[in-house]
């Protein structure tokens, strides 16, 4: 599966967008982009996935370009309560198998 | 409905003993899958059961890891001999997949946090 870039932290303030670009240069045809969301002391939770275009449920936005090379995990108006590490999966298709997890992003924000 | 439990919450064992910890899925996942994640650092897969089977166990770091899932539900990790290295939080995490197109989404439970002394 191909391997997922993002960026280690970022920071921000109570109330603004924030965007999570991935990166997954080699994602084959058959491959999903997958976001899980974890607070600290809890297992993982999922909040959305994409193949193509744009997605969109009641926590977040997913951008995904035609190349699909990379992805943009969207969080309008975050509060504190957002704080937590956000992680980009590319999933196989149409399969069960294991994630493949990276150290993902320490989103913290701010008051 | 309830989500995934995982049993004990926190364990604290010393160097060389055995240990198990319990996992029981959203009632109906066929799918059951055991990560350990260290500090700092992402969910590492362990094995998988499709139903009563481990359809992939190559995430077991040795042969002191071992996990069985006899009545295709319940699941528990055991582990021989514990080491000071195996202090982590294992997860656990069930799926239902009945094919075609789209991904298995995995649901996980809260974790057991092991340290050994």
């Known amino acids: 599966l191909a391997k997922t870039t993002q960026p280690i932290s970022m920071d921000s303030y109570e109330g603004q967008e924030v965007n999570i670009t991935c990166s997954h240069n080699?994602?084959?045809?058959?491959?999903?982009i997958t976001w899980y969301q974890q607070f600290p002391s809890q297992g993982p939770r999922f909040i959305i996935q994409?193949?193509?275009t744009k997605v969109t449920n009641e926590v977040a936005s997913l951008f995904i370009p035609a190349d699909r090379k990379s992805s943009t995990l969207s969080l309008p108006r975050v509060s504190l309560s957002d704080t937590a590490v956000y992680y980009c999966?590319?999933?196989?298709?149409?399969?069960?198998?294991?994630?493949?997890f990276g150290r993902g992003t320490q989103l913290t924000v701010w008051p | 409905g309830a989500g995934v439990s995982q049993t004990p919450s926190n364990k604290v064992t010393e160097k060389g003993k055995y240990v198990e910890l319990r996992c029981d899925p959203i009632?109906?996942?066929?799918?059951l899958y055991w990560y350990r994640q260290s500090l700092g650092q992402g969910p590492e897969f362990l094995i998988y059961?499709?139903?009563?089977?481990?359809?992939?166990d190559s995430g077991l770091p040795n042969d002191r890891f071992f996990a069985v899932r006899p009545e295709g539900s319940v699941s528990t990790l055991k582990i021989q001999r514990t080491e000071r290295g195996d202090s982590a939080v294992y997860l656990c995490?069930?799926?239902?997949?009945?094919?075609?197109?789209?991904?298995?989404?995995?649901?996980f439970g809260p974790g057991t946090r092991l340290t050994v002394l």
């Open positions: 995490a069930s799926s239902f997949f009945s094919g075609g197109a789209g991904t298995d989404t995995q649901y």
């Open positions: 080699n994602i084959a045809t058959n491959d999903y």
């Open positions: 994409g193949y193509k």
């Open positions: 999966l590319v999933v196989r298709g149409s399969t069960l198998g294991r994630l493949y």
């Open positions: 009632s109906g996942h066929t799918a």
């Open positions: 059961f499709q139903g009563t089977g481990a359809a992939d």
